[in-house]
């Protein structure tokens, strides 16, 4: 088992920035991946930035040059910077754990709130 548990969202301006954090603990050997995806209000989650334990990087195309992914394996922590932030922004950002080995388990965190006013 893996647990997540992320922190940092909260309400900020349009062009500001925020950063999340998240925390794993458990069995972290068996995971390979770590991301960040997003639930909007009436749409389905996204895949917002993901990083593999090799240091492969991943970013959906709405969030390029200005989010950063980033990934302490000493610590097992990964963190999303978030700038230039737009009320589109907004959402609930999830942590993300991907198993190493098929079928690839996902973990998923509690979710943190990220608020974009316009």
């Known amino acids: 088992q893996v647990q997540l548990v992320e922190s940092g969202g909260g309400l900020v301006q349009a062009g500001g920035s925020l950063r999340l954090s998240c925390a794993t603990s458990?069995?972290?050997?068996?995971?390979?991946?770590l991301g960040w995806y997003r639930q909007a209000p009436g749409k389905q989650r996204e895949l917002v930035a993901r990083?593999?334990?090799?240091?492969?990087?991943n970013y959906a195309d709405s969030v390029k040059g200005r989010f950063t992914i980033s990934r302490d394996n000493a610590k097992n922590t990964v963190a999303l910077q978030m700038n230039s932030l737009k009320p589109e922004d907004t959402g609930v950002y999830y942590c993300?754990?991907?198993?190493?080995?098929?079928?690839?388990?996902?973990?998923w965190g509690q979710g943190t709130q990220v608020t974009v006013s316009s």
């Open positions: 993300n754990a991907e198993a190493r080995v098929v079928p690839r388990r996902q973990y």
């Open positions: 458990g069995s972290i050997f068996s995971i390979n991946v």
């Open positions: 990083i593999t334990s090799g240091g492969s990087i």
